[in-house]
């Protein structure tokens, strides 16, 4: 059935005990709205407090049936729409969405994802806390908010910062999109198995026989080895072009683009080439975002986030409105317009300052009154 929540979601529980969540909301590749968080929160905090429930899964529709794209995040259209409006559910949005994902990564039952074709944003902040993170041949990963003048959130400084080197930071500045190879070789997935095997594995979810989620998660893993899935402990670690890893090391946005310049490789120019297109205020801010990540704990990253994406859409230390933000302008430029020319401001790399970048760290709310305040 579908949630009382959201027609986009559809909850079902199998007879042994598996909640099976599907996103259907394929015309905008399942991108997240609240009332889908809402939708999810609602299932899964359900789920968690009924011991007849041992596991959880979640998938997406595609264009053509069950799976081919998993989610391509918030929804970014309504924050350009709320942003504008001063609509006050934006703010609940962010809220809920974070409280979500600290959800799942507290999760106390296996939490599947079947992350098949586009898996962005808002599509890895409902994917990276599962204990099953199912990749295949089809699958996009990114975190591709620097293109709308956003940062990686919902928990990316979290899973960003965990990647191998300095992976993190090269994903999050330039929001590459990697596949299953890459995804499962810098931890951002467990398992990757071939997309015409999908059907069949969610049909298998309703006939495993497990009377806890200890008991599923050994049935669940016997299964993937039998159906030959490939497991993240089997691979090797393919490292980030040595260059690029080199360059994302160094302490700031132009210092990373200086050293880019220097190496001069086809990766190297290709590299710097999407830096360029990106907000250049953001780099700087996405720097210091994945950095201090590297030393928190997960609920103090989600509020640092909620901090900064506070300050995204209400810069008002850069003497702006919401409709002047950079976000703003990045979502008009990607899917409202779609002329994908953006007037960043700054336009250049080299025209940030520390008093532009610092003050999206700075909580316009004190601690009692976070609202996360209540994330352990
Ligand atoms: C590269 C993408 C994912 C796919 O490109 P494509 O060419 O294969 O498909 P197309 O762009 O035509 O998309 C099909 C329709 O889906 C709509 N769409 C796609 N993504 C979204 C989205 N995130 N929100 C709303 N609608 C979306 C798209 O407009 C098309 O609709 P129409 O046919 O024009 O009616 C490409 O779609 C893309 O780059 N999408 C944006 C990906 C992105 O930036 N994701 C991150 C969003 S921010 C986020 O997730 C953070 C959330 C946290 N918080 C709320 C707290 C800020």
């Given at each position: 059935?579908?949630?009382?929540?959201?027609?986009?979601?559809?909850?079902?529980?199998?007879?042994?005990?598996?909640?099976?969540?599907?996103?259907?909301?394929?015309?905008?590749?399942?991108?997240?709205?609240?009332?889908?968080?809402?939708a999810l929160t609602e299932a899964l905090r359900a789920w968690r407090d009924d011991p007849t429930v041992v596991a959880v899964a979640v998938r997406g529709m595609g264009k053509d049936g069950p799976f081919g794209a998993f989610c391509a995040g918030g929804d970014i259209r309504f924050f350009h729409q709320a942003a504008l409006a001063g609509d006050?559910?934006?703010?609940?949005?962010?809220?809920?969405?974070?409280?979500?994902?600290?959800?799942?990564?507290?999760?106390?039952?296996?939490?599947?994802?079947?992350?098949?074709?586009?898996?962005?944003?808002?599509?890895?902040?409902?994917?990276?806390?599962?204990?099953c993170r199912i990749?295949?041949?089809r699958t996009k990963m990114a975190m591709p908010e620097t293109n709308i003048g956003l940062f990686p959130d919902v928990g990316g400084g979290h899973f960003l910062a965990r990647c191998p080197g300095h992976?993190?930071?090269?994903?999050?500045?330039?929001?590459?999109?990697?596949?299953?190879?890459?995804?499962?070789?810098?931890?951002?997935?467990?398992?990757a198995a071939p997309s015409a095997d999908l059907p069949r594995a969610w049909e298998a979810l309703g006939t495993l026989s497990a009377n806890s989620p200890a008991a599923f998660e050994a049935a669940w893993a016997e299964w993937?080895?039998?159906?030959?899935?490939?497991?993240?402990?089997?691979?090797?670690?393919?490292?980030?072009?040595?260059?690029?890893?080199?360059?994302?090391?160094?302490?700031t946005v132009p210092a990373i683009v200086a050293a880019l310049d220097r190496a001069?490789?086809?990766?190297?120019?290709q590299t710097l080439a999407l830096l360029h297109q990106r907000s250049p205020l953001m780099l700087h801010v996405v720097l210091a975002?994945?950095?201090?990540?590297?030393?928190?704990?997960?609920?103090?990253?989600?509020?640092?986030?909620?901090?900064?994406?506070?300050?995204?859409?209400?810069?008002?230390?850069?003497?702006?409105?919401?409709a002047q933000s950079e976000t703003?302008?990045?979502?008009?430029?990607?899917?409202?317009?779609?002329?994908?020319?953006?007037r960043w401001n700054p336009a250049r790399i080299d025209d940030v300052t520390t008093a532009m970048v610092e003050p999206f760290f700075a909580s316009p709310w004190p601690a009692h009154a976070h609202p996360l305040r209540d994330l352990r």
């Open positions: 059935m579908t949630s009382p929540w959201s027609d986009f979601v559809r909850i079902e529980r199998t007879p042994n005990g598996v909640g099976r969540i599907t996103l259907e909301r394929p015309k905008a590749l399942n991108a997240l709205d609240l009332g889908m968080v809402r006050a559910r934006l703010e609940d949005f962010f809220t809920e969405e974070y409280a979500l994902n600290h959800l799942i990564y507290t999760y106390p039952k296996p939490y599947l994802a079947f992350m098949d074709g586009v898996v962005m944003g808002g599509g890895m902040g409902i994917s990276q806390g599962g204990r990749v295949t041949e992976v993190g930071e090269y994903l999050g500045l330039t929001g590459t999109v990697i596949g299953a190879h890459a995804a499962l070789s810098w931890g951002l997935a467990d398992v993937t080895r039998r159906a030959g899935w490939q497991h993240a402990q089997a691979r090797t670690v393919a490292p980030l072009a040595p260059e690029l890893d080199a360059a994302f090391a160094a302490d001069g490789t086809e990766a190297a120019t975002q994945i950095r201090r990540a590297r030393g928190m704990a997960l609920a103090d990253v989600l509020r640092m986030e909620r901090d900064l994406v506070r300050h995204c859409f209400h810069p008002h230390h850069l003497g702006r409105t919401p703003v302008e990045g979502i008009r430029a990607l899917a409202v317009d779609k002329d994908h020319a953006p």
